[in-house]
């Protein structure tokens, strides 16, 4: 039985993801002819009709998605094996995709970056910062290497070192009006003005764990879009949060008039490391999470 080459399955997944000859053969480094050639032989090869043509647009059909999925797939194994000989070759060297998530990214990178630089001065670290939601697909479809992220989120088929425990303080402002620091507490107080950010990062959710594990209460219907956003509503008293204490000696919160009081080592998140299970570079990633563990 003949097979398809690895050529034609890049050419695949690239129109698959472009839905577009002209970007796809871009990114393949192709002519736009070439590329036709290899699908259309695919196309005879599998004995299906991967994509439906016309002047304007193309679109996949059914059935082409579905092996442009399974193709994505195999060339994902394709880099493992690649993956496993360059590192039987040279372990501790190479690129490394790392994604790190926006309420880590600002308060670790200043000082983790000089480290990682120093440790792995043979490996190439290259950086995308999103919610923990896209960088957990990132890594699966095989665009990322490497998470630096917090804890307890779901991620199935990962492998994940805990680095250190992040506690998660009270914060409001020096004089506010919403609540008393000193007797608040989040299970039994009013929420009305809780600032929170958005839905999608994952420290809304472990703010919320914190406060209201079991139970649903209203809260104040302001999301913030980041951090930074958050931090200087509440320095302008429009409310109280929970922040992680890492931001705690950022200079957006040292300047902001924003007080802090600890709830105590139950509340906290857990910093951590995440690699695919069963990647050829997990000892590597082990070796880098033990290094920025011991240097926190």
Known sequence: MQLPSVKQMQYLVAVNETQHFGKAADACFVTQSALSTGIRELENLLGVKLFERSRKQISTTPVGEEIGRQAKHCLQEIGVMIEMAERNNKPLSGPVRLGIIPTIAPFMLPGLLPVLRSEFAEMDFFLSEDLTAGLYEHLQNGD???????????????????????????????????????????????????????????????????????????????????????????????????????????????????????????????IAMVWRKGSARSEDFRVVADTVAANH
Not at 156 to 170: A, H, I, S, Y
Not at 239 to 264: C, E, H, T, W, Y
Request: hydrophobic share 40%; net charge negative.
């Open 144 to 270: 990322l290497d490497l998470l630096l992220v917090a804890l307890p989120y779901s991620m199935p088929d990962t492998e994940q070192r805990v680095l250190f425990k992040d506690p998660l303080m009270l914060a409001f402002h020096g004089d506010t009006r919403h609540i008393d620091p000193e007797t608040w507490e989040p299970r039994e107080a009013s929420l009305d003005m809780l600032m929170l950010l958005e839905e999608g990062h994952c420290l809304r959710d472990h703010a919320l764990d914190k406060i209201m594990p079991n139970k649903k209460r209203n809260i104040n219907p302001f999301n913030a879009s980041s951090l930074s956003t958050l931090i200087h509503m509440i320095g302008s008293d429009l409310g109280f949060s929970l922040l992680p204490q890492m931001a705690i000696d950022s200079p957006v919160v040292q300047n902001s008039g924003i007080k802090l009081r600890s709830l105590g080592t139950e509340s906290s998140r857990e």
